[in-house]
Every structure is written in structure tokens, then in C-alpha cells.
């Protein structure tokens, strides 16, 4: 059945290296988000795109995080330098843009900064 | 920007009671959103309102868009043990694409 897909699910890395998290959403939807989940701020939006176009990425450290999508199949976001405070869970979901509203979510990317 | 108020942030409850969780916001929404996170998963949708006053059930789970549509409730009839879990409420707004912003979740617990 269709679903989001990430990878990887979960991300050990050391403080400064860069990471990169992929996301396939599901095949016919045009919008895009990114979200960050942790304990204290809960599920926090980072950015969305629609039809691969980037509406809105204020809620994302701008010096540091990157989002893009490179074709309609695939969703990255990218952490360069990383640091510890980036630990969290990172989930992409999809849906179809003005249409009803509903976002389905990826079993998200668990990542660790040490 | 726009915030949820969800309650209660956690619930203990004995299987087969009903459960009740709200969502208040200082903001209007044109769309409310309830989901379902399990340990290790993503959020899993619920049940989707569209229209102020809107009531909609799915098995035991019924959902209300408030009036003013600044809230939402969700209630749960006959709780059994694969309920528990967090439950999200997410308000959404047209920017360009459905924006959603989420509560901050109500954790359920079920003795047997």
C-alpha cells in the first residue's frame, strides 16, 4: 500500500559532520513538509514544498539546515555542520495541496549527535 | 506564529472507559486533524474535519470541529488496550498548501 518512505531510520553521527535524510512521498502527492519531533517542542515544522517548489522554510536554522527536492520522487533535508541540539526525530509527510488537507507521515529518521 | 493548547497531556485510564482530549487555539483554522502516534512510528491520521460544527466518527473515535473553529475534540468510546498511545490534534491553514501546526500531544495509558 502506498506510504512515505525515509532513510535512513536512524543516524548516529559525530558534531560536525553533515547528514543527509531522504524521503520518497507518495506517488501523486505535491506537497511536501518536513518535520522535527523532540521531546520539549514536540512536532515542529521546518519547511514544505509544493509541487517541488518551497513555500515556507522559516522554521528551519537557516546557517546550518537545508531542504530540497531534487524531482518529485525524492525529499532531502540536510544538517552541515550537525551539532548535539539537532538530535530528534525527523519525519517527512505528503499530501495533495488544497485538496481535503490531510498529510500522511514516514516512520521518520531517528538522528543522534554525539 | 499559531499555537494548539492540547489536554490533558496524559491520561490514565481503565480499559473500557471513555476518554476525552481538546484542542484550543487563539487562531482560526479551516481544518482539524487528529492523529495517532505509536512508539518508533510516525503520526497515523485519525479522522479529518472540514467544516465548523463538523462531527465524524470512525469506529469507536468520534471528532468535532468547533463552532468558532478555534478548537476541536476527540473522544474515544470503550477504550481497549491498542488505543494507547499519543494522540496529536493539528490545525491547519491555507498558505499557498495546507499548513499544518500541531498540538503537543495527549498521551494515553490503559490499565487492563
Known amino acids: 500500500d502506498a506510504r512515505v518512505t525515509q532513510t535512513p531510520r536512524h543516524k548516529v553521527t559525530e558534531m560536525g559532520q553533515e547528514v543527509t535524510m531522504r524521503c520518497q512521498p507518495i506517488?501523486?502527492?505535491?506537497?511536501v513538509f518536513w518535520y522535527r519531533q523532540t521531546m520539549m517542542q514536540g512536532l515542529e515544522l521546518l519547511a514544505y514544498?509544493?509541487?517541488?517548489?518551497?513555500?515556507?522554510d522559516s522554521g528551519m536554522p537557516k546557517d546550518r539546515f537545508s531542504a530540497e527536492m531534487p524531482d518529485a520522487t525524492l525529499a532531502t533535508l540536510k544538517i552541515q555542520p550537525s551539532e548535539p541540539r539537532d538530535s530528534a526525530v525527523y519525519f517527512c509527510?505528503?499530501?495533495?495541496?488544497?485538496?481535503?488537507?490531510?498529510?500522511?507521515f514516514g516512520q521518520g529518521t531517528r538522528l543522534t549527535v554525539v | 506564529g499559531q499555537q494548539l493548547n492540547q489536554s490533558p497531556q496524559s491520561m490514565f485510564i481503565q480499559e473500557g472507559e471513555d476518554v476525552s482530549m481538546n484542542c484550543t487555539s487563539s487562531s482560526i483554522f479551516n481544518t482539524w486533524l487528529w492523529y495517532k502516534q505509536d512508539p518508533g512510528e510516525g503520526p497515523v491520521l485519525l479522522i479529518a474535519l472540514y467544516k465548523a460544527g463538523e462531527l465524524t466518527s470512525n469506529g469507536r473515535l468520534t471528532a468535532q470541529f468547533g463552532i468558532t473553529r478555534k478548537d476541536s475534540f476527540l473522544n474515544i468510546s470503550a477504550s481497549i488496550p491498542s488505543d494507547v498511545g499519543i494522540y496529536f490534534c493539528a490545525g491547519g491553514i491555507i498558505q499557498g498548501a495546507q499548513k499544518l501546526v500541531f498540538g503537543q500531544g495527549t498521551r494515553l495509558t490503559i490499565n487492563p
Open positions: 509527510a505528503s499530501g495533495l495541496a488544497l485538496l481535503r488537507g490531510e498529510a500522511f
Open positions: 506517488l501523486g502527492h505535491n506537497t
Open positions: 514544498f509544493r509541487n517541488r517548489a518551497p513555500l515556507d
